[in-house]
């Protein structure tokens, strides 16, 4: 491993400050080199994992990313939280950490705060203006960095061009993972990297995001060009206003960024970190009505737009009653195709069967051309709020709005003051062509859920997508899904209308348990699901909606992943394959399943494919699994229909 230590030459003793885990195990360095400048680096176990980067920002009337002078630095302080979200990856969390906060000054005496706290699984730092002053100041740049060692690897999704893609509606975060490139590598379409970005420096692996996103503040991305292997910070395309409002951070004094999010350690630390809604805001409203997670129906990708008419969305709440799920949601142009007399008799006739109805939106102002309706209701407070009172007296359950596309600051506002708006009459929301969450299922506990990926849509529409779900699905739970509830609308069992699907059944059900969303959206469609053997069936009814932890078994990004997650007492497994050759794994199941039984689910000789057997597992907890190429399992405790 490459050493760091003349990375630090550029700083005093007396001048670097030191925050450190409350185990130690993450150490990181911060100072001010002899410009002024502020810097940082980041050790794990006493060996670098980020040599010496940039910290700072740029305002219209000062620089705070040079000259500066330390006024103080606090002493260490002990940081504690417990909280709880539902539609995470772990319902109950316990934060811990230490915080320093370094208080700057330019020579004109404007102050600037640069906060850490560091906990065992990761760093997060932000900037605080703490003067007071009614003018609003904007933001030029901001000089973040992260500089890895000279051998990091890189896995990383290039931002997309804005006004690009169907009706203009990108950037929507709806990309393939570039995988183990070189760290430095500029993006493939011009236009950044975007967040969640994992890296391997030496024998560590990092994992670089932002949470806790305010209205004040825009999205922000790795910038396109790392030279060296450092990656910047950068604000969004000058177009990304959208709303006509600013692009780059404006604000009022005091102000403050979002957090800076580096977890730290190994593959397992990745995967069970909760570091980037650990850092996010804590609840800003107290939504009306109950918060329930659960699953969906959803008629949409498999049968496309014209099936959307009241007999077949009729169907769909029987096929959900049928499972135990609890919403079904009817895609675009329902106002047009169904209509809102007879989307009340859908909910009427649901409401009997513990069935809710989700209803699909364009968010669309002039920023795009989709033609998708229902267009424009969201775009200011008194439609919005016309358009709520009136699905509340209906008793709509939830939304599904569509079609961002954008980044700026403006943009990020839109999207608080839907949330906001919608708080008071109990609506849940589902946002979809979209951005990066960052941390709002906490802020706002009736996000349920939000795209922010390339999901199984994609695969029905061309060929060339449908090749790459099975390494792109093991992508996710180390990238996209680490942290906030992801929309990826997994599972078709039978087949897609247009492609090859090209992985198996089993992998496909293991996607059920894989992948996070407090409404998990389901692709398959009643037709397919008849083929499938019953106790698939059963096993579905039983896949909980709310989980209370999880544990990494084994994988590696864009390869391979197995996964357990826990609901009260009992014990889920899934695993996928994504590459074209069969892998055998063994397992340490003592912490999940030792001395137990589980139901298996693998590929076999039925219908559509499945097998299924009951696996006793030694206490000693070790149990061989065979991954097939391409395919998977899932595992669960037995249960009656």
Known sequence: MTACAPAVMTATVENTRTITTPHGRVVVDVWLDTAGAPRYLVQLGGEPVLQESRLGLVRDDADFSTGLRLRAVTPTEAVADRYETPTAKRRVNEYRAHRRVFQLETAAGQRLDLVFQVSDDGVGFRYVFPDTSAEVRRLLEEVTSYRLLPDARAWLQ????????????????EEYYQQDIPAGTPSTLGAGWVYPALFRSGSAWLLVSETGLGRNYAGTRLRHESPGGEYRVGFPDPRESRMGGPVNPTSTLPWSSPWRVLVVGSLQTIAESMLGIDLADPPAVRPAGEI????????????????????????FVDYAASLGWRYVLVDNYWDRQIGYEKIQELIDYAKPKSVGILLWYNSAGPWNTTPQTPRDRMLTHESRVAEFQRLKQMGVAGLKIDFFGADGQSMIAYYHDIMIDAAPYGLLLNFHGATLPRGWSRTYPHLMTMEGIKGLEFATFEQVNADQVPTHATMLPFTRNVFDPMDFTPMALDRFPRTERKTTPAAELAQAILFTSGIQHYAEIPAGMAKAPEYVRTFLRGIPSIWDDVRFLAGYPGKYV????????????????????????????REVAGGKSLVLITEGDDALGFARRVVPVPKTGELVV???ARGGFAAGPEQRD
Do not use: H
């Not at 990708?301 to 008419?309: A, E, H, Q």
């Open 292 to 315: 329930v997670p659960g699953k969906a129906a959803w008629s949409w990708p498999l049968l496309g737009d014209r099936r959307i008419d009241f007999d077949t969305q009729k169907e």
């Open 626 to 628: 065979k991954l097939k």
């Open 158 to 173: 290039p931002m997309q061009v804005v006004g690009t893609g169907w009706g203009g509606s990108n950037p929507a975060y």
């Open 562 to 589: 197995v996964l357990a997650r826990r609901s009260g007492e009992r014990w889920w497994l899934a695993g996928l394959n994504g590459e074209d050759t069969e892998r055998e794994l063994t397992l340490d199941l």
